[in-house]
């Protein structure tokens, strides 16, 4: 049974970083890519980022480019989102998910979701 378990949300001002981590279980961690989605209240869900199975590929959705990072340790089963300069429309529900690859993933097509980690940005 696949587990993806977020740590790390939590309330930040403004200007701010945290960093999100993503533990996998029940499944062979370095064979997915991993991503990462948010959903704030009353919109939908959107794709934040995704790292490739090697971590040597990346992307992410423009409205966090260059503030967000996404990493991964395999030998930890974890990835890891850092988000920098952090704004109030970041408040949101992060998702972590793993999918076959990160194009699959930044289309919605995903194997498996966490439970989310809610991240709330005061102004």
């Known amino acids: 049974q696949v587990q993806l378990v977020e740590s790390g949300g939590g309330l930040v001002q403004a200007g701010g970083s945290l960093r999100l981590s993503c533990a996998a279980s029940?499944?062979?961690?370095?064979?997915?890519?991993m991503g990462w989605f948010r959903q704030a209240p009353g919109k939908e869900r959107e794709f934040v980022g995704a790292i490739s199975w090697g971590g040597g590929s990346t992307n992410y959705a423009d409205s966090v480019k260059g503030r967000f990072t996404i990493a991964r340790d395999n030998a930890k089963n974890t990835v890891y989102l850092q988000m920098n300069s952090l704004k109030p429309e970041d408040t949101a529900l992060y998702y972590c998910?793993?999918?076959?690859?990160?194009?699959?993933?930044?289309?919605?097509?995903?194997?498996?979701w966490g439970q989310g980690t809610q991240v709330t940005v005061s102004s």
């Open positions: 998910a793993a999918g076959l690859n990160t194009f699959a993933i930044a289309h919605n097509r995903v194997n498996s």
């Open positions: 029940g499944l062979i961690f370095s064979s997915y890519a």
